[in-house]
């Protein structure tokens, strides 16, 4: 069953706008006078086509479960379950830590994150929904930290040891994304000029921090948003019953 969360969001001119994300398969977020009030997809959802799933891999990792486990095929969606649940564990964490300061020390992965980004940031904006009214799309940011220059941040949790050199570039064009909806949505946290991934081992292990490429990720947030809404158009069009 969906559910929905509203959230209010300050603009630079003082005036506010509610944000609606509704949660199912998914997320959909929905504005007032915005996208003639109809659900806008998720930058997620329109980022899919910068790295898309490798099937090989996602089935190399699939049979990898099965083996440790004995040979239980109930183990790829056990572990991922079990990903997910840690992986929002660690936001949550982060997210009350940005709130109210409370300090979560039974998460080894939110430990990381506080020793090594955490502790260091005055942080103005937790987790914040936005969205872009020029293209029509919504997103959740995680952070934002204050100071002489205000940065936008990501979590993403990893399993341990595993890191990809500078990211994946779907991380890249999915921060730069919001950086743009904070300025076309005429945010109070408009023209931020820089951003950065905390990539966190769930474990505890270690935290990796990497500086987006702002540039770059804007080109790859719309070619990717392109394919995205020629795909949408082209599934709309090839439905059975559509032509005479």
């Known amino acids: 069953m969906a559910t929905e969360t509203t959230q209010t969001h300050l603009l630079a001119n003082g005036d506010t706008v509610e944000i609606t ?16 009030g109809k ?14 799933v490798n099937f090989g891999i996602a089935s190399g990792w699939a049979t990898k479960q099965i083996r440790l486990a004995g040979g239980d095929l109930d183990a ?18 982060i997210e009350r830590y940005i709130k109210t300061g409370e300090v979560t020390e039974d998460n080894l992965g939110f430990i990381s994150w506080l020793n090594t980004v955490g502790n260091h940031y005055e942080w103005i904006a937790g987790e914040a929904f936005i969205y872009n ?3 029509g799309y919504g997103g959740t940011l ?22 990809e050199y500078g990211g994946k570039l779907q991380d890249h064009a999915q921060v730069a994304s ?6 076309a949505m005429g945010s109070e946290f408009q ?13 505890g292990s270690g935290t990796d921090v990497i500086d987006v490429d702002l540039e770059v990720g804007r080109k790859l947030f719309t070619l990717s948003r392109d394919l995205y809404q020629m795909t949408a158009l082209f599934k709309d069009n090839t439905k059975p019953g559509t032509h005479e």
């Open 21 to 36: 994300r509704r949660d199912g398969r998914g997320h959909k977020y929905i504005v007032d006078g915005v996208n003639d």
């Open 39 to 52: 659900p806008m997809p998720s930058v997620t959802g329109m980022t899919g086509h910068v790295s898309p």
């Open 76 to 93: 790829p969606k056990r572990v991922g379950d079990k990903t997910i649940a840690d992986g929002n564990d660690i936001h949550d964490a």
């Open 133 to 135: 009214p020029l293209y």
């Open 142 to 163: 995680d952070a934002i930290s204050g100071g002489d220059e205000p940065i936008l941040w990501d979590w993403k949790s990893k399993e341990a040891n595993y890191w």
């Open 178 to 183: 919001y950086v743009s909806a904070l300025d």
């Open 191 to 203: 023209g931020i000029k820089k951003a950065r991934i905390a990539y966190i081992q769930r474990d």
